[in-house]
């Protein structure tokens, strides 16, 4: 990049940087074709549908909630969190985490 693109973009209002963000993901997204989203489904562990069986699962989760008191409320908590959320909880580094830029919603998985 250019000297000083980095520090222009990284001073964005954040706004203006999911704006930007948006119009370069649509540009990139315009360009896949079917055989490159299926090569990822393959390839990229992030995306890769998950191994456990979801019937399995539901029974755990419901063993669990019937062994817990009745008064204790459930939250569904979001996949995401905004952007810094683990780093700042946590000692954990920004580049250990799966940083959602590219979704353009700043946020990170949790």
């Not at 520090?7 to 964005?12: E, N, Q, R």
């Not at 203006?16 to 315009?30: F, I």
């Amino acid at each position: 990049m250019p000297a000083g693109s980095r520090d222009a973009l990284a001073a964005l209002p954040s706004a203006d940087l999911r704006t930007l963000l948006l119009g370069v993901a649509r540009d990139r997204a315009g360009a896949v074709r079917p055989v490159q989203v299926l090569r990822r489904w393959h390839e990229d562990r992030f995306v890769r549908p998950s191994a456990a069986d979801p019937r399995a699962l539901s029974r755990v989760e419901g063993r669990i909630w019937s062994l817990s008191p009745p008064d204790e409320a459930g939250v569904e908590l979001s996949p995401v969190a905004p952007l810094g959320t683990c780093a700042t909880v946590a000692p954990v580094s920004q580049h250990r985490l799966i940083s959602c830029l590219a979704t353009e919603r700043l946020t990170e998985v949790a």
